[in-house]
T-cell receptor, first 111, second 114 residues
Framework: QKEVEQNSGPLSVPEGAIASLNCTYSDRVSQSFFWYRQYSGKSPELIMSIYSNGDKEDGRFTAQLNKASQYVSLLIRDSQPSDSATYLCAGGRQGAQKLVFGQGTRLTINP | EAGVTQFPSHSVIEKGQTVTLRCDPISGHDNLYWYRRVMGKEIKFLLHFVKESKQDESGMPNNRFLAERTGGTYSTLKVQPAELEDSGVYFC????????????FGSGTRLTVV
C-alpha cells in the first residue's frame, strides 16, 4: 500500500461547481496534511494545511481530515478555470522532517 | 523576497554523462530539501540539509547521486554517471525551521537522460 494515495484523474468539473479531491494515507504518515497546487512547469504551492480532525475553510477552499478513516480531502467551491492544475496531497512522515506525496490529481475546470 | 531558485530549468544529457543541478534557497533558510518526481510516480524525498550538514539522506537512490551544500548557502546535486531512470523533475525546497510546515518549493529542474 502506498503511504499517500490519490486518484490521479483527470478530474473535469464545470465552472462554478464544487471540485472534490480525495486522498488516503497509511499509518506511516503523520497526522499533518498539506494540499499543494501545481501549475504546469511551476513550483508546488501550498494552499491548505490541516492537522486536526474535521474541516478547515479558507476562502473557496475547504480541507477535511478524518483520522479514523485515514482520508483527507479538498473541496473547491465555485470552481474557476484558473483552478485548473494538478493538486498534490502530502503528509508528514512520522518522526522525520519530510513530506510524503500522493501522485497528484489533475483537475480541469471547464468554462 | 526572492523565492527558491533552481537551474538549469531543463537539462538533456546522454546516458553516462554527468549533470549538476543547483538550488539557491530563500536567504536565511537553514533547511534545504531535495525531492524528485520520475515519470508517472509521486514526488519523493531525496535528502535534507540543515545548513551545510546532511540531516537525512535516506531518500538518495544510490551512490551515483552526490549532494553538497558548502557554506550552508546554495546546494548542488550531481548525478554521475546518469542513467535513463534518473530522468524526471528535481525539486528543491527550503524552510526557515526544520519542519514540514513551512516549505517553499522551487520550480524544478527537468532532467532528461537519453
Amino acid at each position: 500500500q502506498k503511504e499517500v494515495e490519490q486518484n490521479s484523474g483527470p478530474l473535469s468539473v464545470p465552472e462554478g461547481a464544487i471540485a472534490s479531491l480525495n486522498c488516503t494515507y497509511s499509518d506511516r504518515v503523520s497526522q499533518s496534511f498539506f494540499w499543494y497546487r501545481q501549475y504546469s512547469g511551476k513550483s508546488p504551492e501550498l494552499i491548505m494545511s490541516i492537522y486536526s480532525n474535521g474541516d478547515k475553510e479558507d476562502g473557496r477552499f475547504t480541507a477535511q481530515l478524518n483520522k479514523a478513516s485515514q482520508y483527507v480531502s479538498l473541496l473547491i467551491r465555485d470552481s474557476q478555470p484558473s483552478d485548473s492544475a494538478t493538486y498534490l496531497c502530502a503528509g508528514g512522515r512520522q518522526g522525520a522532517q519530510k513530506l510524503v506525496f500522493g501522485q497528484g490529481t489533475r483537475l480541469t475546470i471547464n468554462p | 523576497e526572492a523565492g527558491v531558485t533552481q537551474f538549469p530549468s531543463h537539462s538533456v544529457i546522454e546516458k553516462g554523462q554527468t549533470v549538476t543541478l543547483r538550488c539557491d534557497p530563500i536567504s536565511g533558510h537553514d533547511n534545504l530539501y531535495w525531492y524528485r518526481r520520475v515519470m508517472g510516480k509521486e514526488i519523493k524525498f531525496l535528502l535534507h540539509f540543515v545548513k551545510e550538514s546532511k540531516q537525512d539522506e535516506s531518500g538518495m537512490p544510490n551512490n551515483r547521486f552526490l549532494a553538497e551544500r558548502t557554506g550552508g548557502t546554495y546546494s548542488t546535486l550531481k548525478v554521475q554517471p546518469a542513467e535513463l531512470e534518473d530522468s524526471g523533475v528535481y525539486f528543491c525546497a527550503s524552510s526557515q525551521v526544520s519542519t514540514v510546515y513551512g516549505y517553499t518549493f522551487g520550480s524544478g529542474t527537468r532532467l532528461t537522460v537519453v
